[in-house]
């Protein structure tokens, strides 16, 4: 009786383990992608003081959805900090909308060499991503290629920050109260890294990461002004979150020497200007990095 | 037959269970990574337990008390048990708590890969169903001696439970696979997803037809009938929560953070498929332990020795 149970029962089990097994076999996880380390050919860019500017104005077309509020009660010092805590998906002021990312996705400069073959050195100053009141500030932000982002907890609780990039090795790290602030940069482009807290899970942010400068944010008044831009005719890119990968509208512009270009763009209903509505989120100029795996 | 190992072997399982529900928690707060320490939380062995930390730090307290059980079990077989066999199962279900801690903390500081996480999840359901197992071989009804009953013609009920219990196994990881992969802001259904009802199809065709059977056939047997009926009845439950938890979750990915239906539903859904599991592998002991092989099984088994 005994040996003959042992013996069903282990098959029993092994058969289940290997079906297991197979099952989970077939479905290796996904995502990991290249390894390649950022190339960093190219001619070296200089300014050359005949720089131009881009500026623009993101509206909003008809009624945005109304900003959610965010229950904090899981942790009693954020509703102490922050008792208005809301959703920062959508922040229309007055048709416009504040939080969307503009960037030069592509394009030449006048002599005809492609922003993509250039390289720019990340400046040596930080950006920096604070956590205050279980938010972050700024809720969308841009950074350049090896940058250093700063990352603060103005907050008498911990947070744990956790970049979900595609492009990029995801980070995660704790950060108690008191403690110093963290560092991190990323080595790839990617239009935009997720950012979010697992012990706060309402807290969400977006960092842009790009091999060149040319990149803002719109501002309350939506708003944007990207400065320094060689003269050339480029295409500009205005992304908004909301999604799998939010929504990207493109335009071209040329931007004279020493001068100014317009790009404005808007989103919400009936916002049909160029761009379909949930394009991939892909990585600025660096384009045949993903794509194969 | 010792009452006392009985009943610690059910203590035991039903601490599992809970513990499933813990860990079902975590997953659905998304509270995985509310630290990246392990096997201390922020270096801390009690931190305050806030946000997330609560579910995930929680979920770990749960886990150690189920591990120290488990201890107690072994001990316990150790002592009283005499039936080798048993106490070897109980050894296994030792290894298996100390595998799952280490593919926890493995998760956790791989940052929640697909794979270790529906792996963790996965053996999660593999220790329930041993120590499930473990009380059911302890058990007063398994021990008695009793006068076995003839399989009735046709298929043999052995064959259709043990291919229930595999295919529910089989959903088990897929279902996991999914909660771990879960994107739920592309178009639905994905692929995973209808994987994963095609899997209820199946599971739903091959345990309601061995219950059916059970139920009609041996009809004046509880021991096979209890298990059977229960297991209809979690059967049907659990595939209205997965629906439910189907359209919770499709209405979810613009709430600013996981919320109570959502996380009520999900969680009764990881939940009650554990149930569905373990009741169908008690049902497919007890008709190994209750029913003796018809003709056909036996020329069956016989001709795959051989071949
Ligand atoms: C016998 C039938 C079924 C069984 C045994 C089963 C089992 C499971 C399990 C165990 C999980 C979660 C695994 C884990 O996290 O460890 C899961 C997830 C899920 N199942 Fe099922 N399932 C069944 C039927 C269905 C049906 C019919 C549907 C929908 C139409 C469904 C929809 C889902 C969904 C949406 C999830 C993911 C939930 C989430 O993201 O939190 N399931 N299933
Ligand atoms: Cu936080």
């Not at chain 1, 969308?140 to 103005?154: D, E, Y």
């Amino acid at each position: 009786m005994s040996m003959k149970q042992t013996k069903v029962w282990l098959i029993l089990m092994i058969a289940l383990s290997l079906l297991g097994l197979a099952s989970a076999c077939s479905k290796a996880p996904e995502g990991t992608s290249d390894n390649n380390a950022p190339t960093t050919t190219g001619k070296a860019y200089t300014a050359k003081g005949n720089e131009g500017t881009i500026t623009g104005t993101i509206a909003y077309n008809g009624a945005a959805p109304a900003p959610k509020k965010i229950d904090t009660s899981a942790d009693p010092v954020c509703g102490q900090k922050s008792p208005n805590l809301a959703t920062e998906d959508n922040v229309v002021t007055n048709g416009k909308l504040e939080y969307a990312f503009v960037y030069i996705k592509d394009g030449a400069t006048a002599d005809g060499t492609k922003v993509g073959d250039y390289t720019f050195t990340a400046p040596s100053d930080t950006v920096t991503l604070d956590q205050s009141g279980c938010h972050y500030k700024p809720h969308v932000m841009g950074a350049m290629v090896n940058q250093k982002l700063n990352i603060t907890n103005s907050d008498p609780t911990q947070h744990n920050i956790h970049f979900t990039p595609k492009n990029n090795p995801d980070w995660n790290q704790s950060q108690p109260n008191g403690a110093p602030a963290l560092t991190h940069s990323f080595a790839r482009s990617e239009v935009l890294v997720p950012v979010k807290c697992n012990q706060h899970p309402w807290m969400k942010a977006y960092v842009g990461v790009l091999k060149h400068p040319f990149f803002a944010v719109s501002a309350e008044d939506g708003t944007f002004t990207i400065k320094g831009v060689p003269p050339g005719t480029y295409t500009v890119a205005a992304w908004h979150e909301g999604g799998a990968n939010g929504t990207e509208k493109t335009m071209s512009v040329t931007v004279p020497a020493s001068g100014s270009a317009k790009a404005d763009f808007a989103f919400g209903e009936g916002a049909t200007a160029a761009g379909a509505p949930g394009l991939e989120m892909m990585p600025a100029i660096e384009v045949p990095v993903i794509g194969h795996h | 037959m010792n009452r006392g190992l009985y009943r610690f072997a059910l203590l035991v399982a039903c601490a599992t269970f809970f513990l499933i529900i813990a860990g079902a928690l975590v997953t659905s707060h998304d509270a995985g990574l509310a630290t990246n320490d392990w096997p201390l939380s922020n270096g801390q062995v009690f931190p305050k337990m806030v946000g997330n930390l609560f579910w995930e730090h929680g979920h770990r307290m749960v886990a150690t008390t189920v591990g120290l059980l488990t201890i107690g079990l072994v001990v316990f077989l150790f002592a009283k048990e005499k039936r080798r066999w048993v106490r070897r199962l109980g050894l296994l279900a030792l290894l298996g708590v100390i595998a799952q801690g280490l593919l926890g903390g493995l998760t956790v500081k791989l940052s929640l890969p697909l794979a270790v996480s529906a792996a963790h999840a996965t053996l999660a359901q593999l220790f329930f169903c041993t120590t499930v197992s473990l009380a059911v071989f302890t058990s007063r009804s398994w021990m008695v001696s009793r006068p076995l009953l003839e399989e009735r013609a046709g298929l043999p009920l052995r064959y259709i439970c043990t291919a229930a219990a595999a295919t529910i196994f089989l959903q088990l990881i897929i279902g996991a696979t999914l909660r771990h992969s879960a994107t739920w802001d592309k178009p639905l259904p994905t692929d995973l997803l209808l994987t994963h009802i095609g899997g209820a199809v199946a599971v739903t065709l091959l345990l309601g037809s061995a219950t059916l059977l059970v139920l009609r056939r041996y009809r004046d047997e509880p021991l096979l009938t209890r298990p059977a009926m229960v297991a209809l009845a979690l059967l049907i439950v659990q595939l209205s929560l997965g629906l439910a938890a189907y359209v919770v979750r499709a209405a979810s990915p613009n709430d600013p953070q996981p919320l109570n239906p959502m996380v009520g539903v999900t969680v009764a859904h990881v939940a009650c498929g554990a149930l569905v599991f373990a009741t169908t592998i008690v049902l497919t002991l007890r008709v190994f332990k209750v029913l003796r092989p018809c003709e056909q099984a036996l020329k069956f088994s016989a001709a795959t020795q051989q071949g």
